[in-house]
């Protein structure tokens, strides 16, 4: 049995040494990717001298306050306006490019308008260069703008239209099978009966894969059956999937037989049981074949069990390899009181009570492993230690948002 | 002008008033959709008394120690084992179905084994009816455990398989046209030159119209144009969107045009300009037509203005419509010094630092509107409020994650 710490450290260490291929998608699909290449800008920003301001522009002389409109710059629609003399102001709308010979913008607010002449309002502050964004003031051409490895969330998407990647290099989404074990389990669509039940496991999982934008492959029901198991998991391992989760079939029952058929299959043991609760008879190997090393995990049948080893164990690995950022982790004020008489690190199931700036945790009143309605219910896990056997109010926890 | 305050409360009346149609999707693409129907168990849970452990199932008798093991349940292999005297056992795995007659089961932890007898351990407990689930103790049949309206995690998967929805009705994604506006707008696949810059918003909102689990429609970029731009928006607002989100032409120059054009189209004006930095000349108004209210909002062209407007104005408001959790507000302290010389409420762009249990909000170099380089790198937007004319050194700040 390893410690919650030495299975983490180990499980995270097996998922970031999977190499991960690349593939190129269109920028509109390239949100929550992570990106495999850097950004260089292809040009300067801003490309050209323009207004920040919609005003006029002029040749700044700190004697002249008042001046003749002589022409227009519109946005995108750049006029060639002769300079004629210190007294010459173009009209111009922010972002628009700057006649050659005038260096400084006044906001239209600070300026009055009297027949064909505008002057400068005495509350104005009137400055040379101001309002102007100088060529490459932002960036140069060829800058280093995006790292290879960012996670993209929307503030990127400017960046990358005006660095025109209208194509984005982001690493592929590891390909997770899911295989659900034993001979009581009976797929969502069928009634269930006598001593069946609906197997969960598999959809809770689809959604926990898919919520760390990975992809998954579901392989399934099996039955509790040495040999049958056996083939299907060999097929599955020869299949093009980077990792495989199962459920069921690993705790001391007799017909808990994954670890065995694991262990035929060529999976190397690196850990099985976990100083936890729920969640203690998880497995965890690595299969090699053909180059690729396949981390196997093969977690509890109590849905749970499986829940909490999911969002404790795998979500902090995957999130780390795509550089996810995973805000979920929390102080907050134990409410109630709670004992365990054993060294096992327990996760809770908590509702959160705001209360007066503090954040209030309340365990849910079942802390059974198998109620999914209560698990649906529970907006955090909370930690109570390994050495720690009771909680009490006001007690301060380790909080994580599910 | 508007204060912050009524500008968010106007949009929010707004669309939260927009109806939102229901669709049914698989299961597994119910994830992060909020589900538009109230769900209740079509059986009770468990269905049938069952062992929450890998053990032995006895009829419980205080001072019967020892038993013969006369049999064996396997979860989803019910067999029924007659029962032949107080000393009958069953070997039961965890979810087995239990023997009519048995009430107890033993951990096989707390047993020991010899030839077909098994032993209580001395050390073990021993009470009637432990470590049994009896039928309905979870859940009786056609309890209710899902509400209409949840935003759907992948906690709440376990039940929704469990209770048989291989289909689940959601609440459509509302429509989002994008429309870029201005002359000097090139596509992404452009390369800039003479005074033309390329369309970054529609980039970026089409990301973050996603990321809020909505759908887009790009209408592309229009140009600064009386007539063709009131054909174009009345075209989009005749089309089957459920709001108009258009960038530039809403300020001070002379080719701001929008508000115009909106008037024209039959747009009531419910605002137009915010006492806020950036992001001031937003414009927001709804259209009527056939029975819909479609609201219409007129971002700023700068990137960091329209990007600011949708983190502050709009995000907050489609969570709300769809119950989707923001948990992106949070206080930090401030380093630096900042001063105002307005009474607009001040968006900043800053990193985040973690120092000895606090957070640290430091401010990016650069705070123009129109530097999206700088606004790839925030981690957050701090405030300045309305009445606030610096930030020094040790300030406490509201921050929100971008």
Redesign the interface.
């Known amino acids: 049995m390893v410690s919650f710490k030495d299975a983490c450290a180990t499980i995270e260490k097996h998922i970031l040494q999977i190499p991960l291929d690349i593939e190129e998608v269109k ?2 699909d ?3 990717r992570t990106i495999a290449e850097d950004v260089y800008t ?2 300067p ?4 001298r ?1 207004s ?1 301001m ?1 005003g006029i522009a002029v040749k700044y002389s700190g004697n002249i306050t008042s001046w003749k409109v002589v022409g ?1 710059e ?5 006029v060639d306006v002769p300079y004629e003399d210190e007294n010459s102001a173009v ?1 111009i ?5 700057l006649p050659d010979w005038a260096d400084t913008v006044i906001p ?2 600070d300026i009055d308008a009297a027949q064909d002449m505008v002057m400068l309002k005495t509350s104005a502050l009137y400055k040379p260069q101001m309002n102007i ?1 100088e060529p490459g003031s ?2 140069a051409a060829g800058d280093f ?2 790292a290879r490895g960012t996670y ?11 660095c ?3 194509w984005v290099k982001v690493y592929k989404k590891l390909k997770v099978g899911i295989l659900a074990t ?4 009976l797929p ?2 069928a ?14 999982l ?3 894969v ?2 760390c934008n990975l992809e998954y492959v579901d392989f399934g029901i099996a039955k ?1 059956d040495l040999t049958s198991l056996r083939n299907l998991i060999t097929k599955i391992l020869s299949s093009d999937i980077n990792v495989l989760l199962t459920t069921g079939g690993v ?6 037989f994954l670890p065995k058929v694991f262990a035929e299959c060529g999976v190397d043991v690196q850990f099985h049981k976990i100083n936890i609760k729920p969640g203690k008879p998880t497995f965890f190997g690595i299969h090699n074949a053909a180059g690729k090393a396949k981390p196997v995990i093969g977690l509890p ?3 749970v069990s499986a ?1 909490v080893n ?1 969002e404790m164990l795998l979500r902090p690995a995957f999130a780390r390899r795509y550089n996810v950022p995973l ?1 979920r982790s929390f102080t907050a004020q134990f409410k109630g009181t709670l004992q365990k008489n054993d060294g096992k690190r327990y996760f809770g199931r908590a509702r959160l009570l705001p209360d007066a700036g503090k954040t209030i945790v309340v365990p849910l009143a ?1 802390q ?1 492993s ?4 209560e ?2 219910d ?1 907006e955090c896990l909370f930690v109570m230690e390994e050495g720690r056997r009771e909680l009490i109010d006001g007690d301060v926890v380790e909080c994580i ?2």
Do not use: W
Request: aromatic letters at 10%; a negative charge.
């Open positions: 920028l509109q390239a949100l929550e292809t040009h920003y801003p490309l050209f323009n920040t919609d227009q519109a946005a995108g629609e750049y009209s709308m922010t972002g628009a490019k239209i607010e964004r932002d960036r703008v995006l993209l969330a929307p503030r990127h998407f400017h960046l990358l239209a005006s025109g990647c209208t034993g001979n009581e389990l969502v669509s009634i269930p009966e006598g001593d069946k039940i609906i197997i969960t496991n598999s959809s809770f689809a959604a926990a898919n919520s509790d705790s001391a029952g007799l017909f808990d049948g109590n849905p829940s999911f805000r079942s059974k198998g109620n999914f309605f698990y649906a529970a948002r599910i």
